[in-house]
């Protein structure tokens, strides 16, 4: 049996979706493991709105990243924090708001104040797994692989999403997909 030379094309080609399916799925800004505080007051109905609204602008920044729009992703990312950190003085008790601040902050640039933002989060829900995936994304980039580690460790045994991608993020760390 003669092996056909599209056979290796089409592992190829295989390969190259199932790579482009997982960036798709690291570069998701959604990992919202808990779900929202009830909304049974009319300021924490306006934080979901507030925080529904940001959602879609942190999507959209994320498709204008993977273009390499990179200003007008930067763009969306602030007027998102700013509808969620609106949000969140309506809904303290929020981690998947605090999340997204995190994540906004880390997409802008703003570090240590994404880290603040992750941390309280985690303060609220220490098994968020959107936060300690991400919190774990920054800790790369800011080349704290030791802690980054320690995120992973808490992710281990939730068989989800978020523990797959942030350890391929720490083995391929000299390689952007965060």
């Not at 009319?42 to 507030?50: D, F, G, H, Q, V």
């Not at 609106?86 to 708001?97: L, M, Q, V």
């Not at 880390?106 to 098994?127: I, S, W």
């Not at 920054?138 to 045994?157: F, G, M, P, S, W």
Request: proline residues 1%.
């Amino acid at each position: 049996y003669k092996k056909k030379p599209y056979n290796n094309y089409m592992k190829k080609i295989l390969i190259l979706l199932f790579i482009l399916n997982l960036n798709n799925q690291v570069f998701a800004a959604g990992s919202d493991s808990s779900s929202s505080s009830s909304n049974s007051g009319s300021n924490e109905s306006s934080a979901t709105s507030l925080y529904d609204e940001a959602v879609k602008l942190v999507k959209r920044a994320g498709k204008l990243e993977k273009k390499e729009k990179d200003k007008k992703a930067k763009k969306l990312y602030s007027q998102a924090f700013k509808k969620l950190n609106t949000a969140y003085t309506s809904d303290k008790k929020n981690a998947d708001i605090l999340n997204y601040m995190g994540f906004t902050s880390r997409k802008t640039g703003n570090f240590e104040e994404a880290e603040n933002y992750y941390l309280k989060g985690l303060d609220l829900d220490p098994k968020h797994n959107g936060i300690n995936e991400y919190l774990g994304e920054l800790y790369v980039q800011t080349n704290r692989i030791d802690k980054a580690n320690e995120r992973l460790a808490v992710l281990k045994n939730c068989n989800c999403d978020e523990y797959s991608e942030l350890e391929l993020i720490i083995k391929t760390r000299g390689t952007k997909i965060y």
